[in-house]
């Protein structure tokens, strides 16, 4: 995308944590990071205590880190700013660097703001073990040096997600900068059972459909991978419909959809877990 044209825009996220299922230990550890400074600072400044600048949110793909970003913005009542680490890169000398400085401007001019840098390993690579280009370098010495400065506005927060935690530059992770480290583990039984809860509320479900034995079948199966299952399964009644009364004239018989076990059943043989252990 052509820098002349790239533009960061604030949003305000409206879906807070009841759109998102278990994960109790790492929503209350965000609240604590980010909600707790914007809503109690008195009692931070009464306890001489600095809020963390950056907090980490790292795990395997498909948990749930971005929905967990922004349902903290939706709980907090601030704009959220979210970008790829990959968009923050480009060819030319000096405009990924320029990008970084366009993007933490942006969150300035609109705080109280969460800055939130999805797949940043992608642009913040640990300098110290080769292979790393001068583009890189740079970026990573851009963002130290926003995020030195993000520490003095208490109303400027910056979070950020990894895959792979280790493969962070060590600079960024020391205290001060991305130094609140919150885990997003993939969902334990009871955990896949609220994501179940979660993608399947609105759903006309079946009388045979039990949600608890999906989920005790479901291991190794990520949060994303449960959407993907209660998604497929939704498609394969929608298809039951139209085949039955042909075309758009399913239309007229909505009313008549239901999402049963056997759809749930076809939809688990569809979608393979992300995880295999």
Avoid at 229 to 249: I, K, P
Wanted: some cysteine; aromatic content about 4%.
């Amino acid at each position: 995308e052509p820098s002349a044209m790239r533009e960061y825009v604030a949003e305000r996220p409206t879906e807070g944590f009841e759109a998102v299922g278990g994960l109790e230990d790492a929503r209350a550890a965000l609240e604590r990071a980010v909600s707790w400074p914007l809503t109690y600072g008195p009692l931070f400044e009464a306890a001489d205590a600095q809020p963390p600048t950056g907090v980490l949110l790292y795990g395997p793909p498909g948990t749930g880190k971005t929905l967990l970003a922004r349902a903290i913005a939706a709980e907090s009542g601030v704009n959220f700013i979210q970008v790829a680490g990959p968009e923050l890169l480009d060819r030319y000398v000096g405009e990924s660097e320029k990008a970084v400085r366009e993007l933490f401007d942006r969150a300035r001019q609109a705080a109280p703001a969460i800055v939130f840098l999805d797949e940043i390993d992608a642009i913040a690579r640990d300098r110290n073990a080769g292979g790393e280009s001068a583009v890189g370098e740079r970026v990573v010495s851009q963002l130290l040096t926003e995020l030195d400065r993000a520490a003095d506005n208490p109303s400027l927060v910056v979070l950020a997600a990894t895959n792979r935690r280790e493969a962070l530059d060590p600079a960024l992770r020391r205290p001060g900068r991305l130094e609140a480290h919150i885990e997003v583990p993939a969902p334990d039984e009871a955990g896949r059972r609220a994501v179940l809860d979660v993608h399947a509320a609105a759903k006309p479900l079946g009388a045979d459909v039990d949600l608890d034995r999906i989920a005790a079948r479901t291991h190794g199966y990520t949060g994303a991978d449960l959407e993907a299952v209660c998604r497929e399964a939704s498609m394969r009644a929608v298809r039951e419909l139209t085949e039955r009364y042909g075309g758009e004239a399913a239309n007229d018989h909505a009313d008549e959809l239901v999402v049963r076990a056997d759809h749930f059943e076809a939809a688990l043989d569809a979608v393979e877990p992300s995880r295999s252990g």
